[in-house]
């Protein structure tokens, strides 16, 4: 009888995961191997090949790269000051970082825009200093400072929880058998954290390389994304079977990532939050 009843409680997820993931995914599936006539064909798959879209890849990916090793580099020492801190709560620090994810992720990015525009506040107080203005917005290098922005915490959180919990009489036995801080680092703490960073470097690497909306945000339309041609097939063009067939090439990815995740993260520590 508990057994029906926790069957019958897990009912409403299982209809949210059918209607939401699991037939929108065959419905993407179904158009990328169909032409307009209904036949199977691979046209939309290998159309990730031509100039457009290649260029288009190729610069997610190198954007991708570049904010997912941004926020690595800030994300990991950030992790090891927060972990060190002499506090009773750390999981309030840890809340002030997550507190701009609760505001709307497009009212973020609006507000990037306006500090990185021509006539914005960051060149206002340039200006005002006497300084030359700097001229990013719509370039490659707005949308990778909008990106590591927003998913900067998506890094922190698997690392900051891999290193809570590396224990402290290890690092002491260790300083007691005459390890320094550099040995300490790579023999104990960085081995420790690697799953937190595998995970940290999946949750950033996979929605920069998915993302459209802060490329057409702050890259003004100059800087096209795989996204930005995904988004246009569906939205603009009415081209379905383009836009799904994008969209398969880059499920590719994303379950690659996955798949490299649960290589390195087995028991799942690193991709836990909190």
Known sequence: MNKFKQQFLAGPYLIWIIGFIILPMIMIVGYAFSGSDGNLTLEYITSIANETNRKALGLSLELGIICTLICLIIAYPLA?????????????????????????????????KLLLSKNGVINT?????????????????????????????FMLMPIYNSMTRIRKDWIEAARDLGAGSITIFFKIILPLTVSGIISGIVMVFVPSLTSFAISQVLGGGHVLLIGNVIEQDFMQGMQWNAGSGLSFVLMIFVIASMA????FDKEGEGTAIW
Do not use: C, E, H
């Open 80 to 112: 090891m000051i927060l972990n060190s801190m002499q506090i009773k709560n750390q999981g309030l620090v840890v809340f002030v970082f997550m507190l701009p994810m609760w505001m709307n992720f497009m009212l973020r990015i609006l507000a990037w």
């Open 125 to 153: 107080i340039l200006i005002g200093l006497g300084l030359s203005k700097i001229n990013i917005i719509n370039t490659p290098v707005a949308v990778v400072l909008g990106m590591v922005y927003d998913f900067l915490p």
């Open 260 to 263: 490299l995740v649960n290589s």
